[in-house]
């Protein structure tokens, strides 16, 4: 078992930045690929970013590419969440996750934190 759990949410003003963490117990991250994901009020849960579990390979969002940096520490069990020029659409519950292999797709993550607000006034 894994237990995920977020931090480095709150409250900011567009245009400003935020580093999302996410630690892990249990066991080590070193062997899971990694995702971030968001759901807004009132949609569906969205891929954010992804990273491998070895050499770092990386999938973004369209909607953050560019802004959004995630990186890991397998030395920290943590893996982050760089998320600058923050938009008022970024607003959302950021969650990560754990999965066997680098995908976007939510159904193939095994473990999941319990969220993290974030929101971004305009």
């Known amino acids: 078992q894994v237990q995920l759990a977020e931090s480095g949410g709150g409250l900011v003003q567009a245009g400003g930045s935020l580093r999302l963490s996410c630690a892990a117990s249990?066991?080590?991250?070193?062997?899971?690929?990694m995702g971030w994901f968001r759901q807004a009020p009132g949609k569906e849960r969205e891929f954010v970013a992804a990273i491998s579990s070895s050499v770092g390979r990386t999938y973004y969002a369209d909607s953050v590419k560019g802004r959004f940096t995630i990186s890991r520490d397998n030395a920290k069990n943590t893996v982050y969440l760089q998320m600058n020029s923050l938009k008022p659409e970024d607003t959302a519950v950021y969650y990560c996750?754990?999965?066997?292999?680098?995908?976007?797709?939510?159904?193939?993550?095994?473990?999941w934190g319990q969220g993290t607000q974030v929101t971004v006034s305009s």
């Open positions: 249990g066991r080590t991250l070193s062997s899971h690929a």
């Open positions: 996750a754990a999965a066997g292999v680098i995908t976007t797709r939510d159904r193939m993550y095994d473990y």
